[in-house]
């Protein structure tokens, strides 16, 4: 048997500000891409919705970037992008278009369409209900979708660590002690990108709650 | 942009003319794919201010395309609406619509307002301040019945169905718009709750006096709510137009008069009420009175029975002819148990089903003491109703085909959910 | 160009490190894979949706298993796995290769499998399985003759989706020394040969692709006929649609 720990605690209290560090480049790795394919998403999102024939096409090409995995995204970047910050930010970023994208339609869609009727019957401009109606209807839809664009980005986000050590993030952690063969480093990479990812999580599902009030307090619902 | 927009009371404020000059909306075949509503052919007809005018129809006949016309939701291949004389198509979409109120039948309250904000929805878009909005909220809502303490600050997923159709009446209401268009606005709750919302929008149309275009498929809701009512059949053809009356009484073609059903004799009878009759003063019997000076008096009419009252002329009931006993006095053991009792709000179709179950010729009609005022037969409603078909026979060939006008042989048109005559409805406002 | 050079070389086409073998291992541990996760998966899933018992089961697994980040999963299993060699029997070299990577791909493609037979079962209309009822049907009969044919095309969705996570996930086992088509992409990094790394990602990506459009036509095939709408991976549905939203209608 093997009788050194796992998880040797001394060394990582000695560690303690690379930890940190990690984790704000694991954060880093993930809202930029994040907010990225939001925006992206959204016009992709708005436009398919105004234009629905572009559904089609839109959703199946984000379905082809979300089909290449990601090792081999990341690797199939590096003749262009070499091994800048790009070569890891771009495939996370096209990574949360099918999420996103789809989310973001799906929300528009459940406005209902009396809702809709009405706001124009009573003279709301199609600006004001876009912003009034509209985008805050979708809003828990966007939310769900943006909940699940970060869980998924903090996953992949180590494995960008596979490419190279100059991404940073928790990744790095775990391909380090891969290299060295020192446990403590593979399950701290790991243990902490997986706690980031149920934090996470459950931060995104506080936040939904927060911001639609009005679906909180449905009489009978569901 | 945002405009002045004085405060109204909640009571009588404006109202307007609404006028279809040949109205005429066509669908290409590409939007009839995309489930465009019915077409409209050549509509011409005028709304009155201050009246309600129900739009009916089978599905397909363009009554919900009529209606979208007039807040500009739909645009008319051709011909002209006009409001108070103004041709809506010259005045902004946008600034049209929030002087009109709008409820349809799926509400659309938006989900994500409480209450309060989904009422002052158009006086936001107006700019009013947030306090008087505020109170403008709360003052429709206690118009309504809702309780703006318990109400105000919920969500509209938190209201029944009868609640939230209540809300959306009072969010057209808001801005306190001189016409309302209301489509199918109690179509999707139980019939319980429809009746009820429906006698509470009468009553509150009877001190709005808003003019209202009222959309429905149910011939019985048109009969009940329109002041007009304009027939429309598939193709959007106008079949006819007038008081609800007078489509029973004469319907203009086969069309109608199938739409309207075989039972329109009855449903014409549940538009008036017993006090709308001429009731004669019915001789009576007092308790106490001389039995055969009661005896002498009952041979000088036909009529084989004496009606029995108290002292305050409450009926006890009637008497045979032949049972008067030859001396004494009258007593009230002496009266057979009372046939239907009806007052004067008793539709005259509740009346002559009350006559027919009791299987009587004659009801008396009281008052609310209880008080005698009458007695009404199975005779005297026939003859009525003989009576005045024939005189709305005639008013209805003295009119020009248009229908252009309310007005004409329906003066003592039956009174709201209150009773007879309460509230003699206003002359018509003068036409342009 | 240099990895058109790559690809034409025959020395790339045979031997243990050949193409067509790294294929062979990446779809052999795939398919294996799958199995495991399918035989784990499925019954679960079905007994979930049929019975509606544990619906918040399904739920959590759902949303779990998308938290999961494969890499950590796998690297955490690696240690165990070669700290149970001695005790369970199996040599070290496969408790490197093949079990870590194995058991992580079969962990992270049960939730989608399960998830979405359960979504495939409650999408069936409940009027339907009531009418089956009074027709006299057994539970069983219900199950394969009303809910799995209605809700085929929602459960290869999960497939669909579970099949993707294992071919990532197979990659990224080469950096634990499995083989398969990682090896070039993990090899080429380290001998910073950019053709193989290049290479590697273009065959990953064409067979991700290959998978994923076989399953798609798959899924297309047995939606029932007048259900037919694009199709999609199934698994994410669930909690994206958080609530029916609160509409105004009764």
Known sequence: ?222 | MHSQTTGHAVSRSRAATVEFDHVTKHYDSVQNRRGAAGAVDDLSFTVPAGKICVLVGPSGCGKTTSLKMVNRLIEPTSGRIRIDSVDISTRERTELRRGIGYVIQQVGLFPHQTIEENVATVPRLLGWQTARRRERAHELLALIGLDPAKYARRYPAQLSGGERQRVGVARALAADPPIMLMDEPFGAVDPIVRERLQNEFLRLQEDLAKTILFVTHDIDEAIKMGDLVAVLEVGGKLAQFGPPEEMLANPASDFVARFVGTDRGLKLLSLFRVGHLPMAEFPTVRVGDDAGTARRRSRTHAFPYELLVDDGRRPIGWIPDKAIPEEGALTADQAVPMSPRLDRRTTLKDALSLLLDANVQAGVVVDRHGALVGVVTVDEIAAWMRQRNASLGETVEGRDGTGASAEGGTEDRRAGPHGVDAHPAPAAADSP | MDVIAWFTDPAHWSGFDGIPTRIAEHLVLCAAALLAATLIGLPIGLYIGHTGRAANLAINIANIGRAIPSYAVLVMLLPISLGLAPTLGYSPTIGLRIIPTFLAMALLAIPPILVNAYAGLQSVDRDLIEAGRGQGLREGQILRGIEIPLASSVIVGGFRTAALQVIATATIGAIVSYGGLGRYIIDGIARNDLPRVVAGAVLVAGLAIAIDLALAGLQRLLTPRGLRRPTTRGFTELAEVPQPAAGGGV
């Not at chain 1, 096409?57 to 590096?78: D, E, M, N, R």
């Open chain 1, 1 to 222: 048997m093997n009788d050194k720990p796992f998880i040797d605690w001394g060394w990582v209290s000695r560690h303690l500000d690379d930890v940190a560090e990690l984790i704000g480049q694991h954060l880093q790795l993930t809202a930029i891409p994040v907010a990225i394919g939001f925006l992206i998403a959204l016009v992709l999102a708005t436009w398919a919705t105004r234009h629905r024939r572009w559904i089609g096409p839109i959703t199946a090409f984000t379905g082809l970037l979300y089909t290449v995995p990601s090792l081999a995204a990341f690797a199939l970047l590096i003749p262009i992008t070499g091994l800048s910050l790009l070569t890891a930010i771009i495939p996370l970023t096209t990574y949360t278009l099918l999420i996103l994208v789809r989310n973001i339609v799906a929300g528009f869609e459940s406005v209902p369409a009396d809702v809709l009727e009405a706001a124009e019957g009573m003279g709301y401009t199609s600006r004001q209900r876009l912003w009034r109606i509209e985008l805050p209807l979708a809003v828990p839809l966007m939310i769900a979708g943006l909940r699940l664009a970060v869980v998924t980005t903090i996953g992949l986000a180590t494995v960008a660590a596979i490419i190279g050590d100059q991404f940073g993030g928790l990744g790095q952690f775990i391909t380090e002690g891969l290299q060295t063969s020192f446990p403590t480093k593979i399950y701290l990479g790991a243990g902490l990108s997986l706690a980031l990812a149920f934090v996470a999580d459950f931060l995104f599902i506080r936040l939904e709650r927060l911001i639609t009030p009005w679906s909180r307090s449905r009489a009978g619902g569901r």
